[in-house]
T-cell receptor, first 114, second 120 residues
Framework: DVKVTQSSRYLVKRTGEKVFLECVQD?????MFWYRQDPGLGLRLIYF???????EKGDIPEGYSVSREKKERFSLILESASTNQTSMYLC?????????????FGSGTRLTVV | AQKVTQAQTEISVVEKEDVTLDCVYE???????LFWYKQPPSGELVFLIR??????QNEISGRYSWNFQKSTSSFNFTITASQVVDSAVYFC?????????????????FGKGTLLTVNP
């Protein structure tokens, strides 16, 4: 069964901490995405990546960075966590071009910053 | 720019009722894909359907059916004889199809979702 795996379901961090959210996919997908989901705001794209070492900003990149050193792994980094980054974070992957059939999502990481 | 509107924020029904979730989209692309995803309380978004813009046939899968109307830019989702297990947030999404829009053809634009609660 193909999967996108996020390393933690629940995470509690302190304000100012550096936070790493990890995402791994086993489908050999070129494209990977990070979204955050908040009540009333839906899904908002933070960053995405088309290939290894490649990244592009989404709609709300401020306060975040990403790393993609290997094709299967896409990390979201909160350089200095703040309470307004308390949210559900969703990772997704997809194949490109003619193989595109939508996204496969991970189970999400619910991050609380205190 | 692409936009997806799900006007219904929350819907509550009693088990066995039929329910329709509305989705209206905007795009300048001549070809595009439309999607529906289900997000149960566990959190993971689950793919339900992809529809190509040049295929306007309605689709039925068990208790689920989708009505795509290009003329009104709508892609509505109906659950027949709803069950408690259908309780979830449902997202409609849109992307350019392959070959459109260069590098952006991999990005989905999501609606804000509709929370469906099916009561026993």
């Amino acid at each position: 069964d193909v999967k996108v795996t996020q390393s933690s379901r629940y995470l509690v961090k302190r304000t100012g901490e550096k936070v790493f959210l990890e995402c791994v996919q086993d489908m050999d997908h070129e494209n990977m995405f990070w979204y955050r989901q908040d009540p009333g705001l839906g899904l908002r794209l933070i960053y995405f990546s088309y290939d290894v070492k490649m990244k592009e900003k989404g709609d709300i990149p401020e306060g975040y960075s990403v790393s993609r050193e290997k094709k299967e792994r896409f990390s979201l980094i909160l350089e200095s966590a703040s309470t307004n980054q308390t949210s559900m974070y969703l990772c997704a992957s997809s194949a490109p071009g003619q193989r595109f059939y939508g996204y496969t999502f991970g189970s999400g990481t619910r991050l609380t910053v205190v | 720019a692409q936009k997806v509107t799900q006007a219904q924020t929350e819907i509550s029904v009693v088990e066995k009722e039929d329910v329709t979730l509305d989705c209206v989209y905007e795009t300048r692309d001549t070809t595009y894909y439309l999607f529906w995803y289900k997000q149960p309380p566990s959190g993971e978004l689950v793919f339900l359907i992809r529809r190509n813009s040049f295929d306007e046939q309605n689709e039925i899968s068990g208790r689920y059916s989708w009505n795509f109307q290009k003329s009104t830019s709508s892609f509505n989702f109906t659950i027949t004889a709803s069950q408690v297990v259908d309780s979830a947030v449902y997202f409609c999404a849109l992307s350019p199809s392959w070959g459109n829009s260069g590098g952006s053809n991999y990005k989905l634009t999501f609606g804000k979702g509709t929370l469906l609660t099916v009561n026993p």
